[in-house]
Structure formats: structure tokens, C-alpha cells
């Protein structure tokens, strides 16, 4: 099993090079306010001058992440937003297996923004996940006002973080769907367990986040983790989900620093992704081995196991 990475702007990528019903489920974090990824605003981020980034304070020493402030965007900015995710949805449509399962990482402002479109490109609404996380989003004072107003916050302090789940519509019966295109369910954790819409704790532990800084393409002075990394638990959790017969190609069109293709990966999964950034992409291309040879608790369960070790071995057959 292994995985192709495509620099360059996903929407032509898949255009380009991948034919219809070509790809088994889509697992990825999209830039779900377009404005913060755009050129400009990604070097103010990493040049810490903000822009639409709220670059937090140190806090008891610890350098924290930066944050987009979708609260700021313009009508017209949303209108961006709108046009992007319809063409994403119709992009993953096209490409998608019947019956394959998207998953999107999303915000609570924005969802019902990003769920309309998705509707409208097709795609079946299936769940919405929740993944527990705490971040410095809301909860803040008033600004400029700290002192008059310290009782009140301006926004709840967001503890969890919201997935997507989307289908594209089945051809017959689930049974039918499943034999013909290995698609249109989701694996279970066990026998006994189905897969929940319930996440768990997912923070990214900081050895996953030291791994990804230290894959940055730039001198010492430049590196910093990719600021939407995602822990290697969850992403292998979707993962494993994502393929119910544990068959088939994993897509994320806006890959980051590579942690769902590291997931894939780290699962025995084919994976395909894709990254407009250059400095992200050579970031993605140096950290997904190392991510994926994190342990977490997802590869030893008996089903994931036993196909790491037939993937292996069928690799080995080949060579």
C-alpha cells in the first residue's frame, strides 16, 4: 500500500488526472474560511504580523497556534466561500465511488455555509461529528473593554469541533453498493462497537506536532508545525471508517502537513494528496513517514492489524 502526493491546485489536479468513481472516500481539512489561505494572508501567518490570523499571546511560556478570525469576513468573503465549497463538492462528486463518504473538518460558524453547498453539489448529509477539543476560540471579554464588561464574554469558548459527514447517493441497495464499489457504509471499531459520531478527546499530541515542525522546509528560524494539524488518533479513526471493507484510495484534496495520508498509511490504505502551498507540501512530503509510524491505539485492533500485516506481505511479494 503507498500514497501519491500532487503539488498544485486540487481542483485541477482532479480534473486532470483522476477519471470518475475513481476514489473510495474523501477524509480532509479544507481552509473552511478560503480567505485565511489565501498568499498573503498565509505569509502574514508566518511572518506572526496576523492579517486575518489572531496571532495569541505566549501563554506561561508556551507559544500558541495561530487563529483565523472568521468572524471578520465581508459579505464578499463568504460569497468566496460559498463558490469555493461548491466546486470542492462538485469536484469530490465527480471523482467519488457511489456510495463514498466525505469527511469534512469545519467550524461552527461556517458549517451551515459548507453544508448548503455540499447539498447542492449532490451529496447525501449523513451526521455531523463531534470531535472534543479544547481551543482559544471565544470566550474572550469584550475588547477594549475588559475591565467595565469582565463578566461577559462576547462568544461561548468553542470545546469541540465539528465534521461533516457526507455521502454520495448509492446505486441500489447498501448490500449492492457494497459489492459492486466496495463503498456505502462504515467500518466498525469491533464487533461490538459501530463507528460513533462521537470523537473523543483530540488533542495533537505534542511529539506529532515537534515531528511536523521539524519537517519544514525552511532553516531553523522559519519552522513551525502546520497551524490546522490534526492528531494521528483521530485521523486514523476517520480513516478506518472511511473504507468499510477496508478496500480502496483515501483523498484528501487539501492535504496541509500530510497528517490523513499519514493516517492512511499508518492503516496499510492507499491515499492520494493534494497541496496548493509549496512550503506545506515539502512539509507533508517529510513528515508523513515519520507520522506514520506514531503508535496510537487505532492500528491494534485485530481487523487493522491483520490487514497491515496482508499489505505487508503482499508488498513484499511484488518486489
Known sequence: MGYDLYQ???FQVLEEEFEENSIHAVVTDPPYGVVEFQTANVEKMREGSGGVWRIPPELDGNKRKPLPRFTTLSESDKEDLRNFFRQFGESVERVLRPGGHVFVACTQLLMHEVSQQ????????RDVLVRETKTLRGGDRPKGAHERYDMVSSMPRVYWEPWLLYRKPLEGRLQDNLDNWQTGGLRRESDERPFTDLLGNGKTPKEETQIVKNSHPGGEEEAEAHPNLKPQKLMRELCHAALPLREGTILDPFMGSGSTIAAAHALGYDAV???LDETFFE???NAIPKLAEV??????RDDVEEHRTQSRSLSDFGK
Open 118 to 125: 455540499l447539498d447542492e453539489a449532490g451529496l447525501e448529509r
Open 273 to 275: 494528496g493534494i497541496e
Open 283 to 285: 512539509m507533508a512530503q
Open 8 to 10: 498544485g491546485n486540487s
Open 295 to 300: 503508535p496510537t491505539e487505532i492500528e491494534k
